[in-house]
Antibody, heavy 118, light 107 residues
Framework: QVTLRESGPALVKPTQTLTLTCTFS??????????VSWIRQTPGKALEWLAR???????FYSPSLRTRLNISKGTSKNQVVLTMTNMGPVDTATYFC??????????WGQGAPVTVSS | EIVLTQSPGTLSLSPGERATLSCRAS???????LAWYQQKPGQAPSLLIF???RRATGIPDRFSGSGSGTDFTLSISRLEPEDFAVYYC?????????FGQGTRLEI
């Protein structure tokens, strides 16, 4: 059974850096064709793709957020970490990690709500 | 980027009726990379349809997807009470990956 779980701070201050961890089980990110993406959903419910990391460590970013994002495999083999710098109120959202299996976006985590406020 | 426009914004129907949801792309989308998701309150989106017309594992056959190019449709043949939710289309063939703004299906 594939599961993913996002973790990180629920509240960050403006200009701070957000670090989110996706901890997963039921698959290996070393398997060919396996990827993990981060998506966020604003309070208005719009979905926005942020970044993706592939089994071979290729990384892809949303062009509009590229300069603020970094995605990496965690120190544990079953983790992916997303950092987003210079957080602002518009970054208030629920952040999801998603497994992509040979192109199929088939499993989502439950989401981590993040509020940016002083 | 490819903009996906879903219509209608809200669809009000009754159980047993047929629902037809539209997703129009600002430029052509490969059918291989068009998906539909269902999202219920407090939950993550859940994959319904991928490659425009293929049902994900465990999805009942009352859900069907069709379309190509710039026009795609999600149909639900006989609405069940659990089908009332928000539906999103998603293209993942052209970077940046984009989502539609959603259609709310309500009773």
């Amino acid at each position: 059974q594939v599961t993913l779980r996002e973790s990180g701070p629920a509240l960050v201050k403006p200009t701070q850096t957000l670090t989110l961890t996706c901890t997963f089980s039921g698959f290996s990110l070393s398997t060919s064709g396996m990827c993990v993406s981060w998506i966020r959903q604003t309070p208005g419910k719009a979905l926005e793709w942020l970044a993706r990391i592939d089994w071979d460590d290729d990384r892809f970013y949303s062009p509009s957020l590229r300069t603020r994002l970094n995605i990496s495999k965690g120190t544990s083999k079953n983790q992916v970490v997303l950092t987003m710098t210079n957080m602002g109120p518009v970054d208030t959202a629920t952040y999801f990690c998603v497994r992509i299996n040979s192109g199929l976006w088939d499993s989502w985590g439950q989401g981590a709500p993040v509020t940016v406020s002083s | 980027e490819i903009v996906l426009t879903q219509s209608p914004g809200t669809l009000s129907l009754s159980p047993g009726e047929r629902a037809t949801l539209s997703c129009r792309a600002s430029q052509g989308v490969s059918s291989a990379y068009l998906a539909w998701y269902q999202q219920k309150p407090g939950q993550a989106p859940s994959l319904l349809i991928f490659a425009a017309s293929r049902r994900a594992t465990g999805i009942p056959d009352r859900f069907s997807g069709s379309g190509s190019g710039t026009d795609f449709t999600l149909s639900i043949s006989r609405l069940e009470p659990e089908d009332f939710a928000v539906y999103y289309c998603h293209q993942y063939g052209t970077s940046p990956i984009t989502f539609g703004q959603g259609t709310r299906l309500e009773i």
